[in-house]
């Protein structure tokens, strides 16, 4: 029997123990966490029964614990979760020694590569166009599931596919640049990419490796969908791929940048219309979800479900009925005449921005968390036009304190914490007439957090009880 290991005992590690598990592998499951530090997490208790679930399907799970690479224990196959660094030492090592080492991602491909896939990375927009095209190929009544770093992990829908009368149409999958590292063979029908700025250079060390990442996707997709009101992807994606297919927001005559694109391979906003590959789609009155940035997404995911051969429709209905996607810039309430908005999701200073320019101002920004590398010059001009005050919490409070400082911005306070933050907006709102109070953090969560949404979810948390 094959033995496969499995690194990282989250919703997609345990679905990718599974998948192996089902198919004859004597499987594995790893975490370096120990005990207590599993309990402690908010989902503790069922990841606790979940563990005791799997031990009984055979899947032997192991806390603080790495493979082990010699003779004895070797295994055939390692599967890292997303959270995993590529280049932690046990699986450099693996790979030196031909073992066969890939992600959950490539995983869930092997199983379903008969599937098409329609795959979206970037380093922002990414769940909004996901969630999007999974909305508009519903519409349209195909099984169409969004996964990857929203909706399902993928190896779920390995493990659906496997039960009777759940057939998949398409898969949908957002993306991130971890993912795709670790997925070398996946290919999908479509692939878009949404935008490119500077983020998670601490694991990738620079930005062209972290480029180089992200292109090996389009590289390897049929056909292939980018932003073309991104500086830095109209500047490569022109002369990298001269097949692509192009949006615009901003475009006019066609033009993107100083370059024509023919009317077959592009889609626009033209008198307030989306016009798609020459073609009207809809009104753009239709779509409520504020800012620019949004216009940018659903542009991205009108072209691919065209591409894939939605009706125009479908596309319609999918659009008027578009909740918006939870931590990205979502309305949670108002509260005395207050709006409180939770862009949770924003995690480095390009999304950071997008979010506060696209709330009325006066607003209240809460702001930090565990700060990334990045150019935050353009974040701060941002805070100076719309911000009345900032509330400073996590980590790099003390450090954007000082940046803040320094470009000559002194309305601002730490607070340390959300539920601070969340106490004093009130206070601040009705002394300054603000019309929001803005979760937009810029930082990643892992100082107080587990992730984003675990952020997002308390500022909700905290907002509802007022």
Known sequence: MPRAEVIGLGRSGIAAAKVLNQDGWDVTLGDSATENSILSRPNGQELQASIQ???????????????????????????????????????VAARDQGIDTIGEIELAWRYL???????????????TTTALIAAMFKAAGLSAPACGNIGYAACE?????????????????????????????????????????????????????????????????????????????????????????WTTVEGKDNFIGDRQIKRDRLVKIEDSWIVAFGELILPLSLFKMPGKHNQQNLLLAV????????????????????????????YLRTYQGVNYINDSKATNYDAAE?????????????????????????????IKRKAISVLLIGEAAADFAQRLSESDYKNYEIVETLDNAVVRSVELARQNNAKAVLLSPACASFDQYLSFEHRGDHFRELCQAL
């Not at 930090?368 to 010059?377: L, M, R, T, Y």
């Open 303 to 330: 072209a691919a479900a065209r591409l894939a051969g939605i009706d125009k429709n479908a596309i319609a209905e999918a659009i008027t009925s578009f909740p918006g996607v939870p931590h990205r810039l979502e």
């Open 157 to 245: 829908l390995v493990l659906q596919q496997n039960q009777p009368d759940n057939n998949l149409d398409w898969i949908v999958a957002e993306l991130s640049s971890y993912q795709i590292e670790a997925s070398s063979q996946l290919q999908p029908r479509i692939a878009i990419w949404t935008t490119f700025t500077p983020d998670h250079l601490s694991r990738h060390k620079t930005l062209e490796n972290y480029y180089q990442i992200k292109a090996s996707l389009l590289d390897r997709s049929s056909q292939k969908i980018l932003n073309g009101d991104d500086p830095y992807l109209r500047k490569l994606g022109q002369s990298q791929w001269h097949n692509a297919y």
């Open 354 to 382: 997008v979010g506060l320019a696209s709330v009325d101002a006066p607003v209240i920004l809460i702001a930090g968390g565990e700060a990334k590398p990045g150019e935050d010059q353009a974040w701060i001009a941002q």
């Open 53 to 91: 679930k799997l031990q009984q399907e055979n899947i032997l799970v192991k806390l603080e614990h790495s493979p082990s690479l010699t003779a004895e224990y070797k295994p055939d196959l390692i599967v890292a979760s997303p959270g995993v660094p590529w280049d932690i030492p046990i699986l």
């Open 113 to 127: 590569s008969t599937i098409p896939w329609l795959g979206v990375t970037g380093t922002n927009g990414k769940t």
